[in-house]
Each structure stands twice: as C-alpha cells, then as structure tokens.
C-alpha cells in the first residue's frame, strides 16, 4: 500500500476515534440545532412563514418569540410555542425570531422586530392589527395569558387551552398535553 494512502487512512481513523458522541441537552446551553424541530417536534415553525411588516400591512395579529437555539430556557418553552401554532392555525402571525441578528443593530420602526426585543429570551410579544401591543414578557410565560392575549388581539373567543408539560420527554415529539377543565 502507498505511504501516502495508508498515512489518509491513518488519520481519517484518529480523527474517527477522537469524536466524541453527541447528545442533545434540553436543560442546558448548549447548542443542539433547530430547538423547534428537537424539542416540540415542530420543524415547521422556523423560519417564519411570514414578516412583522407583512402582517402589519395585512392586518394581522403577531405573536412575535424571541429566542435562541442554545438557550436551555428557551429549549423549555418550545412546545408552548408549538401549541400556539395548533391552537391559533392561521389565524395570526406566528413569529418565533432568532435573536442572534437583532443583537447590536438599532430598531428601525414598529415594522421591525428588533424594536419590541428587550434583550431577554424567551419574550413574547403579542401584536394586534392595528400595531398595539396587547402582551409583552418574558421568561416561561404561561400558555393561558398568551392565549388570553390573543384572544384579545384578534377580537376570537380563545380555543379550548390544553397544558403543556414542560417537564415531558426528552423528545418532545412524544409530548404530554392535558385538557385543562373548564
């Protein structure tokens, strides 16, 4: 065999035996890749199908989320963003916004997301149509006040809320959602 052949297969094997698996982390920071297709088994949700800026212009509620992919709180949150999704359909504007590109840039107007962003992940922001905000928090904001806000923005009696459990598996495919009595 060639030196130089068996010199690549050398390497390719150390490099090989020197990976270290992986293992994605929900309660750390780490980065794990998309925590919307990891962790609510809803790939869908980024990136957003539609613009703050359209949905102003159209007249439309927002529900704008902050977050960020190696944010064990945000990692926690998803599924609530997740079940807004079905709870709400098509409805609003669900806009789960990164915020790595908004870091350091200034607002550019109440079109912009970057001009409801107050530096802390998770943050809700809720939109009416007519550019008002009805609902603006962060942290683990709890599923009924979102739903309430919504309700509120788009004038619709809120659907039936349904608990996510934070705590649920690791694959949150397989997430536990609860009827909550009414």
Do not use: H
Request: aromatic fraction near 6%; hydrophobic fraction near 40%; glycine fraction near 8%.
């Amino acid at each position: 065999m060639p030196p130089l052949v068996s010199a690549l297969i050398g390497l390719c094997l150390s490099l090989f035996l020197l990976v270290s698996p992986v293992a994605a982390a929900r309660d750390s920071n780490s980065y794990d890749g998309n925590i919307y297709a990891l962790y609510a088994g809803n790939g869908s949700l980024v990136p957003p199908a539609s613009t703050l800026a359209d949905a102003l212009k159209g007249g439309r509620s927002s529900v704008l989320v902050f977050y960020l992919d190696d944010s064990a709180d945000c990692k926690r949150f998803a599924p609530v963003v997740s079940e807004l999704q079905r709870l709400w359909l098509s409805n609003i504007e669900l806009l789960p916004l990164s915020i790595d590109p908004l870091q350091g840039r200034p607002p550019n107007g109440p079109q912009d997301p970057a001009s409801y962003w107050k530096g802390q992940i998770p943050q809700v922001v809720v939109i009416a149509p007519d550019g008002t905000v009805v609902l603006d928090r962060d942290g683990q904001v709890p599923l009924g006040d979102i739903n309430e806000a919504i309700s509120k923005a788009t004038g619709l009696p809120a659907p039936e809320l349904r608990t996510v459990n934070p705590g649920g598996n690791f694959n949150e495919v397989n997430i536990e959602v609860e009827v909550v009595p009414g």
